[in-house]
């Protein structure tokens, strides 16, 4: 049971503003941003921050939906919304399996594989050693590191927030209208 309730647009015209705003972001609003619209604003400006790191980076969709499973592998609500769109982007279940258990896939390029490497060390919080800072910086620019990080720490707070507010897993039609917009047209 969610910590607190979803908020609909009814609710207020501030949450109605706000919802308004992530759902042409997003396509849809979730659950976890239902939950959020208890702050209005601090829903808006979450969402606007996503939209920037889901769709306005130079990493391509497939390493922004690695960098996102990476760092939600074992939060369920993380995963329900964004594996399937890994899946669509060509992932097998052994790569899933993988992916989840904390290891690096079979068959990614050696670019891919730093940054999966690089995001399971970041987002454990304990630091990098020097092989892997010199191992991503030969595959991605600086602005690109800069990037993978944020996406990684804003999907590590919406792992805390989705363990905090307890937000309820949408049913499977709900995450494939989510992913179909995702996938559809360019987003930035």
Not at 20 to 41: F, Q, T, W
Not at 43 to 58: P, Q
Not at 59 to 80: D, M, N, S
Not at 120 to 131: I, K, M, Q, T, V
């Amino acid at each position: 049971m969610s910590t607190l309730p979803p908020v609909g647009p009814q609710s207020s015209a501030e949450a109605l503003a706000a919802f308004k705003s992530i759902e042409a972001s997003r396509g849809y609003v979730s659950n976890l941003m239902r939950c959020l619209l208890h702050s209005p604003d601090g829903a808006r400006a979450h969402g606007a921050y996503g939209h920037y790191l889901r769709f306005g980076t130079a990493l391509t969709e497939l390493q922004r939906e690695l960098v996102i499973c990476a760092t939600v592998r074992e939060v369920a609500y993380g995963w329900a919304h964004h594996g399937g769109l890994l899946r669509r982007l060509g992932y097998g279940d052994a790569q899933m399996d993988a992916l989840k258990s904390g290891r690096v896939p079979d068959g990614l390029g050696d670019g891919d594989q730093a940054l999966v490497a690089y995001i399971f060390a970041f987002a454990a919080c304990r630091g990098l050693d020097e092989a892997l800072v010199a191992r991503i910086r030969r595959h991605f620019s600086d602005g690109q590191i800069v990037d993978a990080s944020l996406l990684s720490a804003y999907y590590l707070a919406g792992g805390a927030l989705i363990a905090a507010l307890r937000p309820a897993i949408e049913p499977p039609e709900i995450l494939a209208v989510e992913q179909a917009w995702q996938t559809a047209r360019p987003h930035r």
